[in-house]
């Protein structure tokens, strides 16, 4: 009998057991945390609670182009849009007439969410971001490797106060310089020039002594725009927007008016004279300025060691396929100096709305994609293989081709490339990292123009500018528009409006009117710096 109650002792356990281990029924105590649905009622995965979709955000953006901007509608933007889930636009607009846009924008308080400014057109830029228009970034640039990598000294052009208000795009430091029609040259027996004089000579006899040998009067000397640019300054000395020359005081002075700067009118007025310039320079804008050399009409333009279009090369090559170029070596100056001018190491920056603060989801999803924009690739990665890469340039056979090993953009004027989209899409070198210039190119006489011209910037010495970074109060109130004074008033003296024998005046009324001021602040900043010698390395 024990042993029978024993048995049927063990069966109710094991019943027991079973009847907890399959949830049982309502009423019965269930394991400690098992949620389980009402008797009846199975639970279903639909009624799982489900994520909130990510938030679509919409960012806008302006800055400016040199040459046309990409289609609004260009597949590039549409797949920029798909990956990152936002609604993203940046308004590009033609650089000659940007600033008065800009103005216009911050000052009716319509900024977008992200702005650019280029370096040399950007004295409102303090004053704005001293009335609240810009976000402080000093927070986040630790957050991003491109950020953290830019030099303690670039960021000073963009502190006001303790605060980062802008984000420099990548530039070199090695220097621009011009090129000349070496083949030009050759035909009229002419050496490569070494002095304004002799660059004087060789421009007058490419407008009247046919150099292309095609019997038509159909060339001239240089290509040249409005605000007289390319500048044409063959070192320092001539050198408009920069601090090399002194007053009588000892104080430097901005280079447009000073000594060397009136020489270089005195030879733009010669050309002018001559018909051995640009006839509507004063009104022409930069895509023109550039059509007038790359149609094979003139004979001496401005070469950089990035950012040259192959495109413009490609189109002088089929109207002039024995088409040589020559770089032109700094000049020696009055003064006994002879070497280039240093890049700045930034040729334009971005500043955002200040506005974001009060969303940092979007504010982080601007700076996350701000920070991919600005990637470099090595040459060896600029093909399918880096993913990043084939998808920034909008899929290989499709945005681009690789020749020769060297990624070449298809059709940019469809607008197929998501970089066309992007607010900054300039790289940052790193500083280990080597900026191959010559794999933007695959045209060897592009890619050996720019060699040679990086060349040029180890066998001269370089001139660095004492006033990158400086601020000065007055300047970026009134800067821009006496720059632009000086530019009309050198215009007139170019066509014949005005005699250049006028530059005294012409200078008095620009100390008058506020140059002087800027003149001593920028030179308090100098003593303070302890910079007393010009700075050649």
């Known amino acids: 009998m024990k042993k029978k109650a024993l048995l049927l002792s063990m069966v109710a356990a094991a019943m027991t057991l079973a009847t907890a281990c399959s949830g049982g029924s309502a009423g019965e105590e269930k394991p400690t945390g098992t949620e389980t649905a009402p008797q009846g009622e199975a639970k279903t995965p639909a009624e799982e609670p489900k994520a909130e979709p990510e938030k679509v955000h919409k960012i806008t953006g302006m800055t400016y182009i040199y040459g046309n901007p990409a289609p609004n509608d260009g597949e590039g933007l549409k797949k920029l849009n798909e990956k990152f889930n936002v609604d993203y636009f940046v308004e590009k607009v033609p650089a000659e007439t940007y600033p008065e846009k800009l103005s216009a924008v911050v000052s009716t308080g319509s900024m977008p969410d992200m702005i650019g400014f280029e370096a040399s057109r950007s004295d409102n830029f303090p004053r704005w971001a001293k009335q609240g228009a810009f976000l402080a970034l000093n927070d986040y640039i630790d957050q991003y490797p491109s950020l953290k990598a830019i030099p303690e000294a670039l960021w000073a052009p963009f502190t006001i106060d303790g605060k980062i208000y802008g984000i420099p795009s990548w530039s070199p430091t090695e220097s621009s310089s011009y090129f000349i029609r070496k083949d030009w040259l050759d035909n009229l027996g002419l050496a490569v020039p070494t002095s304004y004089e002799e660059l004087a000579a060789a421009l007058i006899a490419f407008t009247k002594d046919d150099p292309d040998q095609n019997g038509k009067d159909d060339t001239y000397g240089m290509a040249i725009g409005q605000n007289i640019n390319p500048n044409f300054a063959m070192g320092p000395y001539w050198q408009f927007d920069s601090y090399y020359h002194q007053d009588e005081n000892g104080n430097y002075i901005p280079g447009i008016i000073s000594e060397g700067r009136k020489e270089l009118i005195e030879f733009f007025h010669k050309l002018n004279q001559e018909k051995a310039m640009t006839p509507d320079f004063a009104v022409l804008n930069w895509a023109d300025t550039n059509n007038e050399f790359y149609s094979g009409k003139a004979g001496l333009f401005l070469v950089a060691p990035r950012g040259m279009s192959q495109d413009y090369m490609t189109s002088l090559l089929e109207i002039a396929p024995k088409a040589e170029f020559a770089v032109l070596p700094p000049f020696l100056a009055p003064d006994g100096s002879q070497g280039l001018v240093a890049g700045k190491g930034y040729a334009r920056f971005n500043a955002f709305n200040a506005k974001l603060k009060d969303d940092p989801e979007k504010l982080k999803k601007i700076l996350d994609m701000h920070e991919f924009s600005r990637q470099f690739y090595p040459m060896a990665e600029q093909n399918k293989s880096n993913p990043d890469h084939d998808w920034f340039y909008g899929g290989e056979g499709v945005g681009y081709e690789v020749a020769d090993g060297k990624r070449k953009v298809l059709e940019p004027e469809k607008g197929t490339q998501p970089f066309l989209y992007f607010q900054d899409n300039t790289a940052w070198v790193l500083p280990d990292q080597d900026p191959e210039f010559e794999a933007a190119y695959t045209e060897p006489k592009l890619i050996q123009a720019t ?87």
Request: net charge negative; aromatic share 12%.
């Open 451 to 537: 060699t040679d011209l990086v060349k040029l910037s180890k066998d001269y010495k370089q001139y660095f500018q004492p006033n990158v970074g400086v601020v000065s109060e007055t300047e970026a109130q009134k800067g821009a528009e006496l720059t632009q004074f000086l530019m009309n008033e050198q215009t007139k003296m170019i066509v014949g409006q005005r005699p250049i024998s006028d530059w005294d005046a012409m200078v008095e009324e620009y100390l008058a009117r506020g140059g002087a001021q800027i003149i001593e602040e920028y030179n308090a900043v100098f003593k303070e710096r302890g910079y007393t010698d010009r700075r050649w390395e």
